[in-house]
């Protein structure tokens, strides 16, 4: 008997211990130039030197290192979650890294640096990196762009800015699972301007497998402060996997708060303003009916974001309160900085790292969906780019 009641113990602490695993998520960020993991509730840091950014591999067994002096990456290397097996992928000034699968990476770069240049500008190459063979496929796409996957990875959407005023801007979809994948214009537009020599790529956000949406600015709606005037205008696209672009709807939002649909695309929210106030709206997907409103103070608010398989969105209020509205629950507080500005968030199925920064450190931190406790991983004396997963 003693054994037997000895032997369910060990089974209930060992599902505990996995319940408790699965409450913390799995972190890496760049501490003076190492790289820093958090797997378990335990803190690893392995020797690199000089990274910027990391970036976790789809199942978290992996990551990618961006390398070089920031702001100026400089090269592109691989190592497992445990420290082990680092070794350089020839991919020079890398500027978006997006993990297909374990042994697939893409990567679009930057131009090489020149000298007196303050940013670095994109470069026309897509890169393939199958890191099993070490084969590395290229395209020059002619203009500079941005990529996104799709949540099933077997599919990019390749955003081109165009020039303002001069070239249309496009949307090409690609393919990942063909041999020799070719980019396939799905739409154009009136390049929009960004107010910089950047160009703006609109945001493209995917909402099932195999559909996204885009809201496309008039290509002026910079130099609006209101949405009284025809230049708010912002024309709704659904995008799909088989090559079709439509218009399904349009709105009046302002510019510097870039519309966002819910996870799944069932509903909208953006801001619309008037001389005497701004509104957050929260609308039926194509915006045709509002379903919640409220004042919006743009001194006080930050850009909005998606909750993870949710229709209700986020946003951090004067600096240190992280708050959730949807159009059934209405706006409350989820969580608090403690006084600490809310930095850079990045939100998962579970919940949402984020950094806190005050006037004497920076701490990494995390916070579930089912509760508001913000959990500390760690102060820091200088900013830690990082990555996560928490599914």
Do not use: C
Not at 1 to 15: D, P, Q
Not at 28 to 40: H, I, P, R, T
Not at 299 to 322: G, K
């Amino acid at each position: 008997m003693k054994k037997i009641f000895l032997f369910i113990m060990m089974v209930w602490f060992a599902s505990m211990s996995a319940f408790a695993d699965e409450t913390i998520p799995l972190v890496v960020w760049q501490d003076a130039g190492n790289l820093s993991v958090l797997q378990g509730g335990n803190i690893q840091t392995f020797p690199i030197g000089d990274l910027i950014f990391p970036y976790l591999s789809p199942n978290g067994d992996q990551v990618a290192l961006v390398r070089g002096q920031y702001p100026y990456p400089q090269s592109l290397s691989i190592i497992s979650i445990i420290g082990e097996n680092l070794r350089d992928v020839g991919v020079v000034y890398p500027r978006q890294v997006i993990w297909q699968s374990e042994t697939v990476l893409w990567v679009n770069g930057y131009l090489p640096p020149t000298e007196g240049m303050l940013e670095l500008s994109p470069s026309t190459m897509l890169y393939r990196v199958d890191l099993e063979t070490g084969d590395i496929t290229e395209w020059d796409m002619g203009e500079s762009f941005e990529i996104n996957i799709n949540p099933t990875r077997d599919w990019m959407v390749l955003t081109f800015a165009g020039i303002y005023g001069q070239v249309e801007g496009h949307i090409s979809l690609l393919s990942l699972t063909e041999d020799n994948p070719t980019p396939q214009n799905i739409m154009s537009f009136p390049a929009i301007s960004s107010g910089s020599h950047g160009g703006y790529y609109p945001s493209v956000q995917w909402v099932s497998d195999d559909r996204a949406y885009v809201a496309i600015p008039h290509p002026d709606a910079l130099y609006n402060t209101t949405t009284d005037t025809d230049t708010a205008r912002m024309s709704l696209f659904e995008l799909t996997t088989d090559g079709v672009s439509a218009v399904f709807g349009t709105i009046h939002a302002l510019f510097f708060y870039p519309p966002r649909w819910s996870s799944d695309g069932g509903v909208l929210a953006y801001i619309t303003a008037t001389p005497d106030e701004s509104r957050f709206v929260i609308a039926t997907y194509e915006g045709a009916e509002t379903l919640y409103s409220q004042t919006w103070d743009m001194t006080e608010n930050t850009l909005f974001f998606s909750v993870p398989n949710s229709d209700e969105f986020v946003y951090v209020q004067r600096n240190t309160a992280i708050m959730i509205v949807g159009a059934e629950m209405g706006l409350r507080q989820w969580a608090t900085g403690g006084g600490a500005f809310v930095a850079d968030m990045a939100l998962y199925a579970r919940g949402a790292v984020f950094t806190l920064l005050n006037d004497f450190s920076i701490a990494l931190v995390y916070v579930g969906w089912d509760d508001n406790e913000v959990h500390e991983i760690l102060k820091l004396s200088e900013y830690p780019f990082f990555d996560a997963k928490w599914d």
